[in-house]
């Protein structure tokens, strides 16, 4: 995912390269994981000025061009994140259904088989999506810790 930068990325896809074009993927692409647009507009507005609309209008662009995905979660808000250019070998996440973060699983983690989807199926594989839904390691340690005593003292529940 490292390696091509930001207006290689742009060019692959036949996209017209403008300053906040190569914000967001640049933004994207450093972040290894896939994003709400809330948090990739948060983090472009540190760079430049961006307003959502244009924000939004960038992602489409870069969804139908095939260069980022959209993935959905189990909460309302879309992810997404770049797809280096390896149509046949998409990337799975790591979903963690307590705090929402959505990490990218390297590629050909051995998830899914495109090729052999196909041929099981009666169909063409366009995409796939292969989604893990977990509690991250974050979460797990926050779990870890004694959380009776708080419930306990609540008066009035005996
Ligand atoms: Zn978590
Ligand atoms: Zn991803």
Redo the contacts with the bound molecule.
Sequence with gaps: MLGESPSRMLARANIEATPLRLAVVGVMAGAGRALPAGDILALVRRLRPANRVTLYRILDLLVEKGLARRHSAGDRAQRYCLEPGTAGAPHGHAY?V??G?MQCLPQGAGLADVAALGAGLAMDVLSVEVRIDG??A??RGHESRPAGAAVDAAPGNS
């Design positions: 963690c307590r705090c973060a509690v991250c974050a979460c």
